[in-house]
């Protein structure tokens, strides 16, 4: 890599404090109030602020939002599984339904003890996938709680890791590129085994020797506009101040938040379907030529 951790994690200080502005609209969203187990539920919970999944041989588990979204901001803290996770997926992510469903990803692959794990991130729009993107994290995501945040306008999707920007996909719909901005979005959550492909390519297979395998969800907050049906997507997209995800400083990262994605990048993006020439069969997408930041 390009520089040590302790290095890195300096860097990222300084830049932090002068690339970083708060968000002062909270929304109270509780799990217990604003999310519900869709399977699994005979071994996970929800208790107040508190989401907790587990995998066993019998079954992963999965919760899901009771509304749907357009346009916001959605965060959550997650504590990722310690020591050997190979084989395992946990899940964040915001999807319409339908087989022309739009989708924004979060996916954390497992690993084995004392490997990093790998982040990998995604989008769908109308139903197309493909879109890749991996990173590994410059902490232990298991030692404790980080902030995980999708930012959604209608200008750019932002993934955050602790308000460090790490991708960015904006909206070229003028130009041919599709963009989620006309389908509602429920927050999923998910814990799974998928050890045919998250570790190494599926080389790596679930250890159930250390199952049960658990997963924290902790301070979910949906400061986004609530999806009403079609007439959301003029509502949710217009210049009123309730909108706040449509204020300029929003439309693009500043100058210290394109260093830190740029340092992210650098230092810690593992893969990048943009490089993929043998994927693509040298026809690259279009979106990659553009500039994402």
């Known amino acids: ?11 990222l200080v300084a830049f932090f404090i002068c690339a970083f502005v708060s968000n002062v609209i909270q929304v109270n969203a509780d799990f217990s109030k604003s999310m519900y187990l869709t399977w699994g539920v005979q071994h996970s919970s929800i208790i107040g602020e508190d989401l907790h999944l587990v995998l066993d041989k019998t079954s992963g588990s999965a919760a899901r ?40 990803d979060f996916e954390f692959l497992g690993n084995s003890s004392g490997q990093p794990y790998t982040v990998n991130t995604n989008i769908y729009t109308q139903g197309k996938g493909s879109r890749e993107q991996q990173f590994h994290l410059w902490f232990d995501p298991s030692a404790g709680f980080h902030n995980y945040t999708i930012h959604w306008n209608p200008t750019e999707i932002v993934w955050y890791v602790d308000s460090i920007p790490i991708r960015v996909f904006r909206n070229y719909e003028n130009e041919g590129i599709d963009y989620p901005n006309k389908q509602g979005m429920r927050v ?29 969800f902790h301070h979910f907050r949906a400061r986004a506009c609530k999806w009403n049906g079609a007439v959301s997507i003029n509502q949710c997209a217009s210049n009123v101040k309730a909108n706040w995800w449509k204020s300029s400083i929003y439309k693009q990262l500043s100058y210290g938040q394109i260093k830190l994605l740029n340092l992210v990048r650098k230092n810690f993006m593992v893969y990048d379907y943009c490089k993929d020439y ?12 553009k500039i994402q930041s």
């Open 1 to 11: 890599m390009g520089v040590n951790m302790a290095k890195f994690e300096k860097m």
């Open 65 to 104: 939002s009771k509304r749907s979204f357009l346009f916001g901001s959605i965060e959550m803290l997650i504590k990722l599984i310690p020591g050997n996770s190979a084989g395992t997926v946990t899940a964040y992510y915001l999807s319409s339904a339908g087989s022309h469903h739009d989708e924004i």
């Open 188 to 216: 999923y959550t998910s814990l799974w085994n998928a050890d045919n492909w998250a570790t190494r390519g599926g080389l790596v297979k679930t250890d159930w020797s250390n199952a049960p395998f658990k997963v924290g």
């Open 278 to 289: 043998k994927r693509f069969n040298g026809h690259i997408p279009h979106e990659c030529f």
